[in-house]
């Protein structure tokens, strides 16, 4: 009986010390959030503090890319491949794809999700895509997310009524799902419902009204900055419960954006005015912050150069996790870089993109790197000279020489990459008929969409 007690107190400390060399994971994702938007990161017009303490003390990046639209940036943040090989159309996410739900989920760890959904309106999407517990907007239908929002919890539908506010819901969700899973290892992606548009008061805005319903009352621009207080004092929830539950230590916290900025917000960015540039595939769409903070594992503040894409984050976490990457994947891990290690840094950042919000089957290609920019089409920008992507450089000499012949060969790599039966399937869906039809002469605002 000894010996058996013992036995079975060995493998107890063995599966504590396995699970506690194994990091917790949570990925924070705001939305419609560019990188201008934090104070670290040069911002002037909004308060940011708790993003700015994890930046302070953990891996701020400058050069993250990702899709200048949500479900393109989504696709590819889950499956780690780029949208030229899995993007069927805008809300929806192929459901033979493996996510970093599944490879978590298949490793031992406890999956949530919580947010903003838009991938796919069946019952059982997020449990079919690795997740075991689910608190989401959007999901089957498209209620309110603010004040007085509709949720559904695993696919239950939940109508608020009494003055609740959809983003400190999600966020209760999350709290419990760290605290009920503290003794085991977890994952949580948490892509926030804030701070898309409508642009209405939080609950610390003087003119919150717990009463409102809909989304087309009191929208202002001027209410972006509450919501981006509000974001920010959600993410600071998340660390403090992390504090409280003294699993900080060994929980890789990341937080990103999903796009760039809506069209409609201009902010003030290191002396200037800068415009967002949701929808765009220069830098104003696609460059977003990057906050990483493990306090295991970085013990002060760094700030990293290196170009990072929206297909990078599911080898990472998996690099973290000690789980294997499918071999399909586009992405590379930043792991080293997160340990103050060189790693292996890209050499440029590939985008394929193309909303299919309608019947339109127009695309934009381009590779890039820190400085230059070259397009399928042929044109070619300098961006450290011409960020908003202005001025054609017709006669590439010296390093922009260099620099285009390295960015066309990362091009070529993708010339046939594009399966056919995507586009064939995408036409015969009818998605977005509806839409081609009512836009007529006109073009859709970017900032309408999600």
């Given at each position: 009986?000894?010996?058996?007690?013992?036995?079975?107190?060995?493998?107890?400390?063995?599966?504590s010390?396995?699970?506690?060399?194994?990091p917790?994971?949570i990925?924070?994702m705001?939305?419609?959030?560019?990188?201008?938007?934090?104070?670290?990161?040069?911002?002037e017009?909004?308060?940011?503090?708790n993003?700015?303490?994890?930046?302070?003390?953990?891996v701020r990046?400058?050069?993250?890319?990702?899709?200048?639209?949500c479900?393109p940036?989504r696709?590819q943040?889950?499956?780690?491949r780029?949208?030229v090989?899995?993007y069927l159309?805008?809300?929806?996410?192929?459901?033979?794809?493996?996510?970093f739900?599944h490879l978590?989920k298949?490793a031992?760890?406890a999956?949530?999700?919580?947010?903003?959904w838009?991938?796919?309106a069946?019952?059982?999407s997020?449990q079919?895509?690795?997740?075991?517990?689910?608190?989401?907007w959007q999901q089957?239908?498209?209620p309110?997310r603010?004040a007085?929002p509709?949720?559904?919890y695993?696919g239950?539908?939940?109508?608020?009524t009494?003055?609740?506010y959809?983003?400190t819901?999600?966020?209760?969700?999350?709290?419990?799902?760290?605290?009920?899973?503290k003794?085991?290892?977890f994952?949580?992606?948490?892509?926030?419902?804030?701070?898309?548009n409508?642009?209405?008061?939080t609950?610390d805005?003087?003119d919150?009204?717990?009463t409102?319903?809909?989304?087309?009352?009191?929208?202002?621009?001027?209410h972006?900055a509450?919501m981006?207080a509000?974001m920010?004092?959600?993410?600071?929830r998340v660390?403090a419960?992390?504090?409280?539950?003294?699993?900080?230590d060994?929980?890789?916290?990341?937080?990103?954006?999903?796009?760039g900025?809506?069209t409609?917000?201009?902010?003030?960015?290191?002396?200037a005015?800068y415009?967002?540039?949701?929808?765009s595939?220069?830098?104003?769409?696609t460059?977003?912050p990057l906050?990483?903070?493990?306090?295991?594992?970085?013990?002060q503040?760094?700030?990293?150069?290196?170009l990072?894409s929206?297909?990078?984050?599911l080898?990472?976490?998996?690099?973290?996790?000690?789980?294997?990457?499918?071999?399909?994947?586009?992405?590379?891990?930043f792991l080293?870089?997160?340990?103050g290690?060189?790693g292996?840094?890209?050499?440029w950042?590939?985008t394929?993109?193309?909303?299919?919000?309608?019947?339109?089957?127009?695309?934009r290609?381009c590779?890039f790197?820190?400085?230059?920019?070259?397009?399928?089409?042929g044109?070619?920008y300098?961006?450290?000279?011409?960020?908003?992507?202005k001025q054609d450089?017709?006669?590439?000499?010296?390093?922009a020489?260099a620099?285009?012949?390295?960015l066309q060969a990362?091009l070529?790599?993708?010339?046939?990459?594009?399966?056919v039966?995507l586009d064939?399937?995408?036409m015969a869906?009818?998605?977005g008929?509806d839409?081609a039809?009512?836009?007529?002469?006109g073009k859709k605002?970017?900032?309408?969409?999600?």
């Amino acid at each position: 009986m000894k010996s058996l007690l013992g036995l079975l107190s060995t493998l107890a400390l063995v599966h504590s010390s396995f699970a506690a060399g194994r990091p917790n994971v949570i990925l924070i994702m705001a939305d419609d959030f560019g990188y201008e938007c934090v104070t670290a990161n040069g911002g002037e017009s909004y308060q940011t503090p708790n993003l700015d303490k994890l930046a302070a003390s953990g891996v701020r990046f400058e050069n993250c890319h990702v899709q200048p639209l949500c479900t393109p940036t989504r696709v590819q943040l889950m499956t780690g491949r780029y949208n030229v090989r899995n993007y069927l159309n805008f809300g929806t996410l192929l459901r033979t794809e493996t996510t970093f739900g599944h490879l978590m989920k298949n490793a031992g760890y406890a999956t949530g999700i919580c947010g903003k959904w838009q991938l796919g309106a069946e019952l059982d999407s997020p449990q079919h895509f690795g997740f075991d517990e689910a608190c989401l907007w959007q999901q089957t239908r498209r209620p309110p997310r603010y004040a007085n929002p509709g949720l559904e919890y695993n696919g239950v539908e939940k109508d608020f009524t009494h003055g609740e506010y959809g983003p400190t819901l999600v966020n209760d969700f999350a709290l419990t799902f760290i605290t009920a899973n503290k003794e085991k290892a977890f994952f949580l992606y948490y892509p926030m419902i804030l701070t898309h548009n409508p642009f209405q008061p939080t609950p610390d805005s003087p003119d919150w009204d717990p009463t409102l319903s809909g989304e087309n009352k009191l929208q202002s621009p001027k209410h972006f900055a509450d919501m981006t207080a509000y974001m920010d004092k959600m993410v600071g929830r998340v660390v403090a419960k992390l504090d409280e539950l003294h699993i900080r230590d060994n929980t890789l916290l990341i937080v990103l954006g999903d796009n760039g900025t809506n069209t409609g917000i201009t902010s003030r960015f290191k002396g200037a005015d800068y415009k967002g540039g949701k929808g765009s595939t220069t830098a104003n769409g696609t460059h977003v912050p990057l906050i990483v903070n493990w306090p295991a594992m970085m013990k002060q503040g760094r700030v990293c150069a290196d170009l990072v894409s929206s297909t990078d984050f599911l080898p990472t976490i998996c690099a973290a996790a000690g789980v294997k990457v499918p071999e399909n994947v586009d992405g590379v891990s930043f792991l080293p870089q997160l340990k103050g290690e060189a790693g292996t840094p890209r050499e440029w950042l590939y985008t394929w993109y193309s909303p299919r919000q309608s019947q339109d089957m127009t695309v934009r290609e381009c590779a890039f790197d820190q400085r230059f920019k070259l397009y399928r089409s042929g044109k070619f920008y300098d961006l450290s000279t011409d960020p908003g992507e202005k001025q054609d450089l017709t006669d590439a000499a010296g390093d922009a020489a260099a620099a285009k012949t390295k960015l066309q060969a990362a091009l070529d790599r993708f010339k046939d990459a594009r399966p056919v039966t995507l586009d064939e399937k995408f036409m015969a869906s009818g998605k977005g008929k509806d839409k081609a039809e009512k836009k007529g002469k006109g073009k859709k605002k970017q900032g309408k969409a999600e």
